[in-house]
């Protein structure tokens, strides 16, 4: 089976949000650059605008909460700062800026939502800086198994502890819509339901018709495609 962990890698670029295409429709993602190197103060994480009760972290907090130095959070919080000067993203700008990297008449706005909502732990539909850089760091700097359980929570949508099969289709379908729409004007919907009948077969281990997070760590350690596309999230920041 090819692999349909998605190449979820981290750059920040000041006003960039793009994807990262390693080759065929399983492996897409998010790349953000950090700007320039640059010099902040914890006093600037403090004047964020934010909704209330939200309360920055310090770089200290979150050098302790990330496996960054507190120059890469620096460096990271400036690109970030730089896009997003109240510190925080709202969904529909998060959609925006990450449709403005795929072709013409690719759907991106429901891939958008589910990266989104994996990366909103909270779920208030606000990013807030330290949701993007913990993100990162399990991404970037993450074991395999760190990197493969945030993987897990993008496929389970509504976080029960378990992908159904409506979910999978989901989000194999949010996957192909950012290919666009086909030349011959058809549909998907046959490809994409022997994908998820493919990935229920391997991973659906004692056919109960859910994916626990036993189940797709046991398959994915044991599948080398998977665990070798887990290194392309490995960055220098």
């Not at 859910?210 to 998977?226: A, G, M, P, Q």
């Amino acid at each position: 089976m090819q692999s349909y962990v998605p190449c979820v890698s981290f750059r920040f670029i000041s006003n960039i949000f793009a994807h990262s295409i390693s080759g065929s429709v399983e492996s897409y993602g998010l790349l953000f650059a950090p700007e320039s190197v640059g010099q902040i103060h914890d006093c600037e994480l403090e004047e964020i605008v934010a909704p209330p009760k939200y309360r920055p972290e310090s770089i200290a907090a979150l050098c302790a909460a990330t496996r960054f130095t507190e120059s890469e959070i620096k460096r990271i919080y400036r690109g970030f700062k730089a896009e997003c000067p109240a510190g925080i993203i709202r969904e529909e700008t998060f959609k925006f800026i990450y449709s403005q990297f795929f072709p013409q008449g690719a759907n991106t706005g429901l891939y958008a939502h589910y990266v989104f909502n994996t990366l909103d732990k909270d779920h208030t539909g606000i990013l807030s800086f330290e949701n993007f850089v913990q993100g990162l760091s399990i991404l970037s700097r993450g074991t395999l198994e760190e990197k493969l359980c945030w993987t897990f929570s993008l496929y389970d949508i509504n976080h029960d502890g378990k992908i159904t099969r409506e979910e999978m289709t989901d989000i194999v379908t949010a996957i192909y819509e950012l290919m666009g729409e086909r030349e011959d004007g058809g549909t998907d919907d046959v490809q994409i339901k022997n994908k998820v009948d493919i990935i229920f077969q391997k991973m659906d281990s004692n056919r109960d018709g859910v994916i626990t997070i036993e189940e797709f760590l046991d398959c994915c350690r044991k599948d080398k495609i998977i665990s070798d596309s887990m290194s392309v999230f490995d960055s220098t920041i």
